[in-house]
């Protein structure tokens, strides 16, 4: 959805982006509905106006994601992430009247017009009757495909609800301060200034009461402070912990994955250190120059694959190493609500296979005494856990350091429902910490 939303003009997109939001958030529930109304689907383009439709019927037109189309403003080409929640509410007349012309105005449901506005008119008539009938399967119930419940349930037999319930729910805008520009209690200050509140998380992060567009923010333009979420946060602590620079010299670290750059410039933030930023894509290494030239910091940004160091590598071992690893992105559904319904169940297997492929590949790059951290933004275990276990048991020179693990989605609550995740609002992430031995 992100590159669909780039092909959207900045005057709408904010409100582009909290319909379409709102409704993958709500659409196992809107095809369970649309299933009851018609014997099949229609085309569809007018399948998803109709589920869009739907999923805004669902709760008698509340719609808390973001602004109504129609009162949006000119956003200046910054689209808001999720950006307010105005509660705004659509009247069942309003709903289909406006369902139906969005119809008539494309030339690919022109022809559905009609349909469309018989099912929304059905559904209001029937609504209770409909409701009751789409709460009896898993898939309507939870909004998430039912082998990534199955998976969850499975995976998480303790938490597995507690983690659906977070995926269903909006992410803050958290910041992380680069505490080479000021601090997180004067950034804070500097918020309250403009009436923005803001709490604490971890050691560098805030979290927005409510988000903002992020150029308006104080401090922007001179680097002060990078969108991250607080999980995130935890990656370049955790590698730098126990880490020590050669008397005289600095630090060598290799970010593996790196783009967009935020964990390389991190990194930066916290140490004096010689770091390697490495991706596969030419195009996401320039952003990774970008944020790094907005916070002031440098780094040898280069475009490789990491499964592939005979291409890229000079020859010299690596301090530390991160390697943030192409996974499932099933911790951070709250941000990309797409994403479970665009993974497929062998996706999991084929990922691990390639994080398997990275680890073995980046491990004879570390130094004897250094650190490689291994960490994905998912919540299976195939991609966290189990790949830890399996990679120790693998490398007898690979020893496992105390480490997070699992964190688990997190979303709005006052103190910590799993007893290992950080205090407060954060995504799903895995961490594991090796440290290379001598034989």
């Known amino acids: 959805m992100t590159a669909a939303l780039e092909d959207v003009d900045a005057a709408i997109r904010p409100g582009v982006q909290a319909l379409g939001f709102h409704a993958l958030r709500q659409l196992g529930r809107a095809e369970a509905l649309r299933q009851q ?3 099949r689907p229609p085309p569809p383009e007018a399948d998803a106006l109709l589920c869009v439709a739907l999923a805004l019927a669902w709760g008698d037109g509340q719609f808390s994601d973001g602004p109504p189309l129609g009162k949006l403003t000119p956003s200046g080409g910054s689209a808001v992430r999720d950006a307010t929640n105005v509660g705004a509410m659509y009247t069942p007349h309003t709903l289909v009247d406006q369902a139906v012309e969005a119809a008539k105005r494309s030339e690919d449901t022109r022809h559905q017009a009609s349909f469309i506005n018989g099912c929304l008119r059905r559904f209001l008539r029937d609504r209770d009757l409909l409701v009751a009938q789409t709460e009896k399967h898993p898939q309507a119930v939870w909004n998430h495909p039912q082998w990534w419940i199955d998976r969850l349930r499975k995976d998480h037999p303790a938490q597995w609800q507690a983690i659906l319930r977070a995926n269903n729910s909006r992410a803050p805008l958290t910041l ?8 997180p209690a004067l950034y804070q200050q500097a918020l309250n200034a403009i009436n923005t509140g803001a709490t604490l998380v971890g050691a560098d ?7 903002q567009p992020v150029p308006s923010l104080p401090g922007y333009a001179e680097g002060h402070f ?5 999980a995130a946060q935890l990656a370049a602590p955790l590698l730098l912990d126990g880490l020590h620079a050669p008397p005289g010299g600095r630090l060598r670290l290799l970010d593996a994955c790196a783009a967009p750059g935020g964990k390389t410039a991190h990194l930066l933030e916290l140490a004096d250190a010689d770091v390697t930023a490495l991706d596969i894509d030419a195009r996401r290494c320039e952003r990774i120059r970008q ?12 475009v490789g694959d990491a499964a592939r160091p005979e291409a890229w590598w000079d020859g010299q071992l690596y301090d530390g190493i991160l390697l943030d690893a192409p996974c499932t992105a099933s911790g951070i559904v709250r941000r990309h609500p797409d994403v479970r319904w665009l993974r497929r169940p062998t996706d999991i297997a084929q990922l691990a296979a390639l994080q398997r492929q990275l680890l073995e590949a980046l491990w004879p790059l570390l130094k004897p005494g250094g650190r490689l951290l291994y960490c994905t933004c998912s919540v299976f275990r195939a991609e966290g856990e189990l790949q830890a276990q399996t990679f120790v048991t693998h490398h007898k020179d690979a020893h496992f350091m105390p480490s997070p693990g699992h964190l688990l989605p997190q979303s709005g609550v006052p103190e910590t429902v799993f007893p290992d995740n950080l205090k407060g609002d954060h995504d799903g992430f895995y961490y594991a910490v090796f440290e290379k031995r001598s034989m």
């Not at 992380?176 to 601090?183: A, G, P, V, Y």
């Not at 992060?205 to 988000?211: E, F, K, Q, R, T």
């Not at 944020?291 to 280069?302: E, T």
């Open 205 to 211: 992060g805030l979290v927005l009461a409510n988000a």
């Open 176 to 183: 992380r301060i680069n505490q080479r520009k000021t601090t």
């Open 226 to 230: 990078s969108v991250q979420d607080a």
């Open 37 to 39: 109304l018609v014997s």
């Open 291 to 302: 944020n790094l030239q907005r916070l002031g910091l440098q780094a040898d940004v280069r």
